[in-house]
C-alpha cells in the first residue's frame, strides 16, 4: 500500500527527517512514536502533500504510483488522508459545504457525477453518528470555535467522509476526553478493513488499546530507530525514550 | 439641504491645486461634450474654478483619470428594448422600476410606482427648478460636471408616514460606444417613511464611454431608507457614482455596493448625520479582474450627538486589477457618544495586483466609541492547504476563502432577491457554481 524508502526532508536549512523507512501493508495498522520534535508531524506533512517541506531524497510509493510526484489535492482524491494534529479553521466555511466539495472533488477524479443532495445528507447523517458529531457543528464553520475534541473528532468525521484508502491519523487522541477517545476509536475501527491502511501517530499507549496496531515504531530525530509490536508501546509507556537513545541508537 | 456647520471635504479642496495639463484635458472635454449637450447653471461657475483631478488633489490621488479624456458621442440607443437588455436585471424580483437607457428615460420599461404619498418621476418631465449644488458640486470636478450636464433622473418624494410596499429598482443601462450619461436623482423620504431602493447598473459588451450619476437623498426624521447598489457593467465603461446622503434625527439609513464588474469604478458615498440618534450603515465588496479599478471614497460626517455608524468594505483583487478604499469619518465637537465603526479587508490574489486603503479618522468630540481596521493580505495558505488535503482543488479551495471573505458583506442586502442575483453573478464569473448553493440541513 505504502513503502516510503529513505524518505529525507528538511524546512529551510533544517533537516528534519534523515532517511526513513516505513512499509505498510493494505488492511495494517502501524502506530509511530517519539519524542516532541522528533519529525512526526513532519512526517504527516510530507504525505499529505505540504509544499513547505523540501523531499531531499529517497521515495514514496503508494498503490504502485509516485506519491511525491503528486499534488496534495490529487493524493487526496487518490485516498491518502491526514488527520490534522491541529486542525484548521476557516471562518466563513460552512463544515457542511466544505465536506461536500471535497466529496465531489473525489468523484469528480473517479469519473462519477456530482453527489445529489439528498444523498450527500443521508451520507452525513450516517458518518456523522459513526462519531457522533453533533448536528449543530456540521452547519458551522469548519472547525471554527470548536472545541480541541470537537475538532478531533470532526477530522475523523472527515475521513469517514472521504473512505481513504490510507489514514495518517496525527495526534487525533490529545485532547479528547475519556469517552471522545473511545468515540473516535470506535469510529477508526469502524474503518479497519483489508483494503485500508492506517498510520497513527501517538505519544500515549492508552488509545492502542483501542485501536489495537499491527505495529509499532519509534522515531527519534528523523529516522525509525526502533520497531516491534503493540508491546513496545507498552514498554515505552513504563520506561520513556532514554534508554532507546542511549540502548539501541549508540 | 440643511445643515450649519461648514463640511470639512471642501477645507482640503479650497487650496487652489490646478495641474495646467490636466485643466487643460478637462476643459477639452467640457468642449467636446458642448456638442452633445451644453453645460447650464451655477456649476459651469465651479467647474471653472475647480481643479481637475490630478494626482495632487487629495482625494483623487490614486484615482486616475485619463480614460475620461476621450471623445463621447450622441447615444444610437434610447431604449432597453432596443438595447437588447432586460429592464429588471433581478429575475422574479418584484419591484417598481425606473429605467434609464444612455441616461435618458425609458417610459416604455419602467413601472413607476403608483402609491399613494408617493410622487416618483424623471426629472425632464416635472416643470421644476433643479436642486440646488450640494457640498459635493461645490468642491469635486466631476460632481460639478455632473450637476451643470445632467438633465434627467429621478425625483421621488414619499410622504410622511409612508411605507413604500415594493422596492423601488432604477435601473441604468449603457449601450454602445463613447456615450456620456449624466443622471441626477434626488430623493426626499420624508418622517417615519420607509423606503427600499435598488440602484442598478449595466452595460453591453461593446459599451465605452462615461457614466455620471449623482444621487441626493434627504432622509428625515425617524425615516428609513435601504439602499442596494450593484454595479455590474461589461465592455469600457467609466464609472462615477456620488451620493450625498443628509440624515435628520432618529433615521436610519443603510447603503450596500457591491461591484460585480467595471473596466473603471469610483463611488464617492458621503453620509452627513445631522440629527440625533441617527443609524448610519455602509457595507461594500468589490472583486475586479484583470486590469480593472474600483475606488470606494466614503465619508461619514457626525455632526450630532448619539449617532452610530458602521462601515465594512471588503475587497478581493485578481489578475493586475487595483483598488481603492479611503474612509473618511469625522466627529464633530457637538457629537458626543457617538459610535462609529470601520473595517476594511483587501485580499491580494495576484502579485501584480494593488490596493491602496486608507482608513482617516478625525474626530474632534472626547466622548466617543470609535474603532477602525485596516487588512492587506494574501489568501490564508494554512486553509489552503487544509482544503487541498481533503481534495478539493487550488482554485475552488480559493473560490471558497473568497465567498467566505465577503460571505457577511453579501448577506447585507436589503433585497434577498437583489443578494442572491448578485451572489449568481459573482458566482459566474469567478466559477463558484460548484459548491456554493447552501443546503438544507437534513
Ligand atoms: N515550519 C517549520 N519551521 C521550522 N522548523 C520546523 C517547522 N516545522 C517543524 N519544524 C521543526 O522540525 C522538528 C520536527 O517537528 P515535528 O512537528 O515534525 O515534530 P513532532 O514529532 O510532530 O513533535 P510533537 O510530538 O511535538 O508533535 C521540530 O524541531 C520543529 O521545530
Ligand atoms: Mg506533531
Given at each position: 500500500?505504502?513503502?516510503?524508502?529513505?524518505?529525507?526532508?528538511?524546512?529551510?536549512?533544517?533537516?528534519?527527517?534523515?532517511?526513513?523507512?516505513?512499509?505498510?501493508?493494505?488492511?495494517?495498522?502501524?502506530?509511530?512514536?517519539?519524542?516532541?520534535?522528533?519529525?512526526?508531524?513532519?512526517?504527516?506533512?510530507?504525505?499529505?502533500?505540504?509544499?513547505?517541506?523540501?523531499?531531499?531524497?529517497?521515495?514514496?510509493?503508494?498503490?504502485?504510483?509516485?506519491?511525491?510526484?503528486?499534488?496534495?489535492?490529487?493524493?487526496?482524491?487518490?485516498?491518502?488522508?491526514?488527520?490534522?494534529?491541529?486542525?484548521?479553521?476557516?471562518?466563513?466555511?460552512?463544515?457542511?459545504?466544505?465536506?461536500?466539495?471535497?466529496?465531489?472533488?473525489?468523484?469528480?477524479?473517479?469519473?462519477?457525477?456530482?453527489?445529489?443532495?439528498?444523498?450527500?445528507?443521508?451520507?452525513?447523517?450516517?458518518?456523522?453518528?459513526?462519531?457522533?458529531?453533533?448536528?449543530?457543528?456540521?452547519?458551522?464553520?469548519?472547525?471554527?470555535?470548536?472545541?480541541?475534541?470537537?475538532?478531533?473528532?470532526?477530522e475523523i468525521f472527515q475521513m469517514a467522509m472521504l473512505?481513504?484508502?490510507?489514514?495518517?491519523?496525527?495526534?487525533?487522541?490529545?485532547?479528547?476526553?475519556?469517552?471522545?477517545?473511545?468515540?473516535?476509536?470506535?469510529?477508526?475501527?469502524?474503518?479497519?478493513?483489508?483494503?485500508?491502511?492506517?498510520?497513527?501517530?501517538?505519544?500515549?499507549?492508552?488509545?492502542?488499546?483501542?485501536?489495537?496496531?499491527?505495529?509499532?515504531?519509534?522515531?527519534?530525530?528523523?529516522?525509525?530507530?526502533?520497531?516491534?509490536?503493540?508491546?513496545?508501546?507498552?514498554?515505552?509507556?513504563?520506561?520513556?525514550?532514554?534508554?532507546?537513545?542511549?540502548?539501541?541508537?549508540? | 439641504?440643511?445643515?450649519?456647520?461648514?463640511?470639512?471635504?471642501?477645507?482640503?479642496?479650497?487650496?487652489?491645486?490646478?495641474?495646467?495639463?490636466?485643466?487643460?484635458?478637462?476643459?477639452?472635454?467640457?468642449?467636446?461634450?458642448?456638442?452633445?449637450?451644453?453645460?447650464?447653471?451655477?456649476?459651469?461657475?465651479?467647474?471653472?474654478?475647480?481643479?481637475?483631478?490630478?494626482?495632487?488633489?487629495?482625494?483623487?490621488?490614486?484615482?486616475?483619470?485619463?480614460?475620461?479624456?476621450?471623445?463621447?458621442?450622441?447615444?444610437?440607443?434610447?431604449?432597453?428594448?432596443?438595447?437588447?437588455?432586460?429592464?429588471?436585471?433581478?429575475p422574479g424580483l418584484h419591484a417598481y422600476r425606473i429605467?434609464?437607457?444612455?441616461?435618458?428615460?425609458?417610459?416604455?420599461?419602467?413601472?413607476?410606482?403608483?402609491?399613494?404619498?408617493?410622487?416618483?418621476?424623471?426629472?425632464?418631465?416635472?416643470?421644476?427648478?433643479?436642486?440646488e449644488a450640494g457640498n459635493l458640486e461645490k468642491s469635486?470636478?466631476?460632481?460639478?460636471?455632473?450637476?451643470?450636464?445632467?438633465?434627467?433622473?429621478?425625483?421621488?418624494?414619499?410622504?410622511?408616514?409612508?411605507?413604500?410596499?415594493?422596492?423601488?429598482?432604477?435601473?441604468?443601462?449603457?449601450?454602445?460606444?463613447?456615450?456620456?450619461?449624466?443622471?441626477?436623482?434626488?430623493?426626499?423620504?420624508?418622517?417615519?417613511?420607509?423606503?427600499?431602493?435598488?440602484?442598478?447598473?449595466?452595460?453591453?459588451?461593446?459599451?465605452?464611454?462615461?457614466?455620471?450619476?449623482?444621487?441626493?437623498?434627504?432622509?428625515?426624521?425617524?425615516?428609513?431608507?435601504?439602499?442596494?447598489?450593484?454595479?455590474?457593467?461589461?465592455?469600457?465603461?467609466?464609472?462615477?457614482?456620488?451620493?450625498?446622503?443628509?440624515?435628520?434625527?432618529?433615521?436610519?439609513?443603510?447603503?450596500?455596493?457591491?461591484?460585480?464588474?467595471?473596466?473603471?469604478?469610483?463611488?464617492?458615498?458621503?453620509?452627513?448625520?445631522?440629527?440625533?440618534?441617527?443609524?448610519?450603515?455602509?457595507?461594500?465588496?468589490?472583486?475586479?479582474?484583470?486590469?480593472?479599478?474600483?475606488?470606494?471614497?466614503?465619508?461619514?460626517?457626525?455632526?450630532?450627538?448619539?449617532?452610530?455608524?458602521?462601515?465594512?468594505?471588503?475587497?478581493?483583487?485578481?489578475?493586475?486589477?487595483?483598488?481603492?478604499?479611503?474612509?473618511?469619518?469625522?466627529?464633530?465637537?457637538?457629537?458626543?457618544?457617538?459610535?462609529?465603526?470601520?473595517?476594511?479587508?483587501?485580499?491580494?490574489?495576484?502579485?501584480?495586483?494593488?490596493?491602496?486603503?486608507?482608513?482617516?479618522?478625525?474626530?474632534?468630540?472626547?466622548?466617543?466609541?470609535?474603532?477602525?481596521?485596516?487588512?492587506?493580505?494574501?489568501?490564508?495558505?494554512?486553509?489552503?492547504?487544509?482544503?487541498?488535503?481533503?481534495?478539493?482543488?487550488?482554485?475552488?479551495?480559493?473560490?471558497?476563502?473568497?465567498?467566505?471573505?465577503?460571505?457577511?458583506?453579501?448577506?447585507?442586502?436589503?433585497?434577498?432577491?437583489?443578494?442572491?442575483?448578485?451572489?449568481?453573478?459573482?458566482?459566474?464569473?469567478?466559477?463558484?457554481?460548484?459548491?456554493?448553493?447552501?443546503?438544507?440541513?437534513?
Amino acid at each position: 500500500m505504502v513503502n516510503i524508502k529513505e524518505l529525507k526532508a528538511s524546512i529551510g536549512e533544517t533537516q528534519i527527517l534523515k532517511g526513513l523507512n516505513l512499509e505498510i501493508k493494505p488492511g495494517e495498522v502501524h502506530a509511530i512514536m517519539g519524542p516532541n520534535g522528533s519529525g512526526k508531524s513532519t512526517l504527516a506533512s510530507v504525505l499529505a502533500g505540504r509544499e513547505d517541506y523540501d523531499v531531499t531524497g529517497g521515495s514514496v510509493d503508494f498503490e504502485s504510483r509516485d506519491l511525491l510526484e503528486m499534488d496534495a489535492t490529487e493524493r487526496a482524491r487518490s485516498g491518502l488522508f491526514l488527520a490534522f494534529q491541529y486542525p484548521v479553521e476557516i471562518p466563513g466555511v460552512s463544515n457542511i459545504n466544505f465536506m461536500r466539495a471535497a466529496v465531489n472533488g473525489k468523484r469528480e477524479h473517479e469519473g462519477l457525477d456530482p453527489i445529489k443532495g439528498k444523498d450527500f445528507l443521508n451520507l452525513v447523517k450516517e458518518k456523522a453518528s459513526l462519531v457522533e458529531l453533533d448536528g449543530r457543528l456540521r452547519n458551522r464553520s469548519v472547525n471554527e470555535g470548536f472545541s480541541g475534541g470537537e475538532k478531533k473528532r470532526n477530522e475523523i468525521f472527515q475521513m469517514a467522509m472521504l473512505e481513504p484508502r490510507f489514514a495518517v491519523l496525527d495526534e487525533t487522541d490529545s485532547g479528547l476526553d475519556i469517552d471522545a477517545l473511545r468515540i473516535v476509536a470506535n469510529g477508526v475501527n469502524a474503518m479497519r478493513s483489508p483494503d485500508r491502511s492506517f498510520l497513527v501517530i501517538t505519544h500515549y499507549q492508552r488509545l492502542l488499546d483501542y485501536i489495537v496496531p499491527d505495529f509499532v515504531h519509534v522515531l527519534v530525530d528523523g529516522k525509525i530507530v526502533l520497531s516491534g509490536d503493540k508491546d513496545l508501546a507498552l514498554k515505552l509507556e513504563e520506561k520513556g525514550y532514554d534508554w532507546i537513545k542511549e540502548d539501541v541508537i549508540a | 439641504m440643511t445643515g450649519t456647520a461648514e463640511p470639512i471635504v471642501m477645507d482640503l479642496q479650497r487650496k487652489p491645486n490646478i495641474h495646467p495639463a490636466t485643466q487643460a484635458k478637462g476643459e477639452a472635454l467640457l468642449a467636446a461634450l458642448a456638442d452633445l449637450r451644453t453645460g447650464t447653471g451655477l456649476a459651469t461657475e465651479y467647474l471653472k474654478e475647480l481643479p481637475v483631478p490630478h494626482r495632487r488633489v487629495e482625494r483623487w490621488k490614486h484615482t486616475p483619470v485619463s480614460g475620461f479624456w476621450t471623445t463621447y458621442e450622441a447615444p444610437k440607443v434610447q431604449t432597453i428594448q432596443a438595447a437588447g437588455c432586460e429592464a429588471c436585471p433581478v429575475p422574479g424580483l418584484h419591484a417598481y422600476r425606473i429605467v434609464f437607457v444612455n441616461g435618458m428615460f425609458d417610459a416604455e420599461a419602467s413601472d413607476l410606482p403608483v402609491h399613494s404619498g408617493v410622487r416618483c418621476e424623471p426629472v425632464s418631465m416635472i416643470a421644476s427648478a433643479p436642486a440646488e449644488a450640494g457640498n459635493l458640486e461645490k468642491s469635486d470636478w466631476f460632481a460639478a460636471l455632473n450637476q451643470s450636464h445632467a438633465t434627467e433622473g429621478m425625483k421621488l418624494h414619499v410622504d410622511k408616514g409612508v411605507v413604500l410596499d415594493r422596492p423601488l429598482l432604477v435601473h441604468h443601462h449603457t449601450h454602445g460606444q463613447k456615450s456620456a450619461n449624466f443622471l441626477r436623482h434626488e430623493i426626499q423620504v420624508e418622517s417615519n417613511a420607509q423606503v427600499q431602493l435598488i440602484h442598478w447598473s449595466t452595460s453591453n459588451e461593446a459599451a465605452s464611454g462615461m457614466v455620471n450619476i449623482m444621487m441626493q437623498l434627504d432622509v428625515a426624521s425617524g425615516a428609513t431608507v435601504a439602499l442596494d447598489k450593484v454595479q455590474d457593467e461589461a465592455g469600457q465603461v467609466h464609472h462615477l457614482a456620488f451620493e450625498q446622503i443628509n440624515q435628520a434625527q432618529a433615521s436610519q439609513v443603510r447603503v450596500h455596493t457591491g461591484t460585480i464588474q467595471g473596466k473603471w469604478v469610483r463611488n464617492d458615498l458621503n453620509f452627513r448625520l445631522d440629527g440625533e440618534g441617527c443609524d448610519a450603515v455602509l457595507n461594500g465588496f468589490f472583486l475586479p479582474k484583470d486590469n480593472e479599478f474600483v475606488d470606494n471614497h466614503t465619508t461619514v460626517d457626525h455632526c450630532a450627538a448619539h449617532c452610530t455608524s458602521s462601515e465594512q468594505y471588503q475587497g478581493i483583487l485578481y489578475g493586475s486589477s487595483s483598488g481603492v478604499f479611503n474612509g473618511k469619518v469625522f466627529v464633530r465637537p457637538h457629537a458626543q457618544q457617538t459610535n462609529a465603526y470601520q473595517q476594511n479587508g483587501n485580499i491580494l490574489v495576484t502579485d501584480k495586483a494593488t490596493i491602496n486603503a486608507k482608513p482617516e479618522l478625525e474626530i474632534y468630540a472626547d466622548d466617543v466609541k470609535c474603532s477602525h481596521g485596516c487588512t492587506i493580505g494574501q489568501f490564508d495558505e494554512e486553509a489552503l492547504f487544509y482544503a487541498r488535503s481533503r481534495g478539493i482543488g487550488e482554485s475552488e479551495a480559493k473560490a471558497m476563502l473568497v465567498h467566505a471573505f465577503i460571505g457577511d458583506v453579501l448577506d447585507g442586502f436589503a433585497v434577498q432577491e437583489v443578494r442572491m442575483e448578485v451572489e449568481h453573478r459573482l458566482a459566474t464569473k469567478h466559477g463558484w457554481d460548484t459548491w456554493n448553493d447552501t443546503l438544507e440541513s437534513a
